[in-house]
């Protein structure tokens, strides 16, 4: 009964260990934005006819896309990650859902009219939404490989975020927003995945080999 006790007390603070770290990375991820928040919304924004736009509606339409697909992309190429495929799938309908739940609610409730004057759908930021969603799950999957893997899409979803700003379409309040609504909707995922699936015993991912017949990929879900 006392080992049992014991055992449990540990599995416990691993788990509080895990949020924690989970947490920070959430927190420094939104505060590499935070610089700029005091600009931006000074005065009540006016349309401006004369403004011109960076050709067209820029990279950052790609980039948001960018950590969410190297999730997949480095699972497909056999790095070992900490789900398995049906988590992982489930993990990301789970955490997209939320994020597109919570951003467009909050686009329909509060009006915030963008800076170039094109609509009222300015907060929050849903490229950088997606882009840090994206991107924690990318930290969490391949975190134990190398955390610079996780670094290397927060890199991206801050330059989805800056890029935002740049072209006038968002104020640096709502990217910031976006921002904590990714991480935060990532995580949800998570716990989502948790509750219908349970926790991942071990790893099952992709291999690659090579036979007389070609290259071979096996997926075991």
């Given at each position: 009964?006392a080992n049992g006790?014991?055992?449990?007390?540990?599995?416990?603070?691993?788990?509080?260990?895990?949020?924690?770290?989970?947490?920070?990375?959430?927190?420094?991820a939104?505060?590499?934005?935070?610089?700029?928040?005091?600009f931006g919304?000074?005065?009540a924004p006016?349309?401006?006819?004369?403004?011109?736009?960076?050709?067209?509606?820029?990279?950052?339409?790609?980039?948001?896309y960018?950590?969410?697909?190297?999730?997949?992309g480095?699972?497909?190429?056999?790095?070992?990650?900490?789900?398995?495929?049906?988590?992982r799938?489930?993990?990301?309908?789970?955490?997209?859902?939320v994020?597109?739940g919570?951003?467009?609610a909050?686009?329909?409730?509060?009006?915030?009219?963008?800076?170039?004057?094109?609509?009222n759908?300015?907060?929050?930021?849903?490229?950088?939404?997606?882009?840090f969603?994206?991107?924690?799950s990318?930290?969490?999957e391949?975190?134990k490989v190398?955390?610079?893997?996780?670094?290397?899409g927060y890199?991206?979803?801050t330059?989805?975020?800056?890029?935002?700003?740049?072209?006038?379409?968002?104020?640096?309040?709502?990217?910031v927003?976006?921002?904590?609504?990714?991480?935060?909707?990532?995580?949800a995922?998570?716990?989502?995945?948790d509750?219908?699936?349970?926790?991942d015993?071990?790893?099952?991912d992709v291999?690659l080999?090579?036979?007389?017949?070609?290259?071979?990929?096996?997926?075991?879900?």
């Amino acid at each position: 009964m006392a080992n049992g006790l014991v055992l449990c007390l540990n599995v416990n603070k691993k788990e509080i260990a895990r949020m924690t770290i989970r947490l920070r990375q959430c927190v420094v991820a939104v505060v590499m934005l935070m610089p700029g928040v005091g600009f931006g919304q000074t005065t009540a924004p006016t349309v401006n006819n004369d403004y011109k736009r960076f050709h067209g509606d820029g990279i950052d339409n790609v980039l948001q896309y960018v950590p969410t697909v190297a999730v997949f992309g480095l699972k497909v190429c056999g790095v070992k990650t900490g789900t398995s495929w049906k988590k992982r799938l489930t993990v990301s309908v789970a955490s997209f859902a939320v994020n597109a739940g919570v951003t467009y609610a909050l686009k329909r409730t509060i009006h915030e009219r963008r800076p170039d004057g094109t609509d009222n759908r300015s907060f929050p930021s849903g490229h950088t939404s997606i882009a840090f969603c994206g991107a924690t799950s990318l930290m969490h999957e391949y975190y134990k490989v190398s955390p610079w893997i996780g670094v290397a899409g927060y890199a991206v979803a801050t330059t989805v975020a800056v890029d935002r700003v740049r072209r006038n379409r968002h104020h640096w309040g709502d990217v910031v927003a976006g921002a904590a609504i990714g991480c935060l909707s990532a995580e949800a995922g998570y716990l989502i995945g948790d509750l219908i699936l349970g926790k991942d015993k071990k790893n099952d991912d992709v291999s690659l080999a090579v036979s007389p017949m070609g290259l071979e990929l096996k997926m075991q879900l």
